[in-house]
């Protein structure tokens, strides 16, 4: 009997290290997924994302050359009730107006979601942007999904295109 319940606790014994063991390798493989995926953002990607913090830095600053600055001069722009402009210029004109009514005290807070490069030049960004701004008196808040196409043309990275999605506030 003595024999059989050691038998029973060398065994759970060596389980319990592979289990040990099987948890450390796995940790540690997570570990260093996570640290090649911080390694890998390049020269590029730090472009990239410089561009959406070039963004809401403009917004920010209700300057609607500087939020314009990044747009390609072609650039096509779909705002979040459909409407679609093209150019940068327009895309200025359309900001010096919201900036200068509407969204005048706003603040706007971009959360890149990903970042995927289709080619070494074309990246597409997903960005969640945290919009505050008044209205009537009142404190509003607004969520939009946003897509960006970028693309890098002698060097330089700019916003080819830019889908703006509202998110469905919860209603309780």
């Not at 389980?15 to 953002?41: D, H, P, W």
């Not at 693309?151 to 919860?170: H, L, R, V």
Request: charged content about 20%; proline content about 2%; glycine content about 6%.
């Amino acid at each position: 009997m003595k024999t059989l319940l050691l038998r029973k606790e060398i065994t759970f014994m060596s389980q319990l290290k592979i289990c040990s063991v099987l948890t450390a390798v796995i940790l540690a493989l997570a570990l260093s997924g996570r640290a090649q995926k911080s390694e890998k953002m390049g020269p590029d990607e730090t472009a990239v994302r410089q561009i959406v913090q070039h963004v809401q830095d403009g917004w920010n600053a209700h300057d609607a050359k500087a939020f314009a600055a990044p747009f390609n001069a072609d650039a096509d722009y779909v705002i979040v009730n459909g409407m679609h402009i093209n150019g940068r210029d327009a895309i200025e004109k359309g900001h010096i107006g919201i900036f200068a009514t509407i969204y005048k005290d706003s603040r706007n807070i971009a959360a890149i979601k990903s970042v995927r490069f289709l080619r070494k030049d074309v990246a597409v960004v997903h960005v969640e942007w945290n919009l505050e701004f008044i209205a009537g008196g009142k404190t509003q808040r607004g969520r939009a999904f946003n897509t960006m196409i970028m693309t890098k043309d002698n060097g330089k990275w700019g916003i080819a295109a830019f889908q703006n999605t509202p998110i469905q506030m919860e209603t309780h």
